[in-house]
């Protein structure tokens, strides 16, 4: 049973408002938040060793150290959720466009507003293909940064047992 012209034009309806708001819903404000641990306060002014920094001083800094190693981590778990809702967004696109595709088929090429919606899906298959580039980015620049704390931090910790062994071999 081929279904009516009204049955299909309702079955449209319907998909294109499910599948445009859950797209498009606050799209902008993702991708301002996928670099936003860019934008965190610097921390190498408080970490910067100093010639008169004690061993104590020095595990301080190494803490401060470790506390954003943490924070980046978060971050980062956080933008790896995203990629996952994003690959899932753009899977559900594509089969939206490939159903769509077929509704044009079954209609003999379609109407306007078919052809229109095609289109419009395009640019938000484009638009999530961007932000996952973006995720992409923002994921190897912290796994960097993470990597370059997390040494700093081991120097730092290695720094102050020696300055403490020093210390303990001084009468």
Same mark, same amino acid.
């Given at each position: 049973?081929?279904?009516?012209?009204?049955?299909?034009?309702?079955?449209? +309806?319907?998909?294109?408002?499910?599948?445009?708001?859950?797209?498009?819903? @606050?799209?902008?404000?993702?991708?301002?938040?996928? %670099?936003?641990w860019r934008q965190w306060k610097d921390i190498h002014k +408080?970490?910067?060793?100093?010639?008169?920094?004690?061993?104590?001083?020095?595990?301080?800094? +190494?803490e401060i150290i470790e506390d954003r190693v943490d924070e980046?981590?978060?971050?980062? %778990?956080?933008?790896?959720?995203?990629?996952?809702? @994003?690959? #899932?967004?753009?899977?559900?696109?594509?089969?939206?466009?490939?159903?769509?595709?077929?509704?044009?088929?079954?209609?003999?090429?379609?109407?306007?507003?078919?052809?229109?919606? &095609?289109?419009?899906?395009?640019?938000?298959? #484009?638009?999530?293909?961007?932000?996952?580039?973006?995720?992409?980015?923002?994921?190897?620049?912290?796994?960097?940064?993470?990597?370059?704390?997390? $040494? &700093?931090?081991? #120097?730092?910790?290695?720094?102050?047992? %020696? &300055?403490? %062994? $020093?210390?303990?071999?001084?009468?």
């Amino acid at each position: 049973m081929r279904p009516s012209s009204f049955h299909t034009s309702i079955l449209t +309806a319907i998909l294109l408002l499910w599948t445009g708001l859950a797209v498009t819903a @606050g799209a902008d404000s993702v991708e301002d938040g996928i %670099n936003t641990w860019r934008q965190w306060k610097d921390i190498h002014k +408080a970490i910067e060793l100093r010639t008169l920094d004690d061993p104590a001083d020095i595990i301080e800094k +190494a803490e401060i150290i470790e506390d954003r190693v943490d924070e980046l981590s978060r971050e980062k %778990n956080r933008l790896q959720l995203d990629r996952q809702t @994003g690959t #899932q967004k753009l899977r559900a696109l594509e089969a939206e466009r490939e159903l769509l595709k077929d509704l044009a088929e079954v209609r003999h090429g379609g109407d306007f507003q078919t052809s229109q919606h &095609l289109q419009e899906l395009a640019e938000r298959i #484009q638009r999530e293909e961007h932000l996952q580039k973006v995720r992409e980015d923002s994921l190897e620049g912290l796994g960097k940064e993470i990597d370059e704390l997390r $040494k &700093l931090a081991a #120097q730092y910790r290695e720094r102050a047992e %020696n &300055l403490r %062994n $020093k210390e303990r071999r001084t009468p």
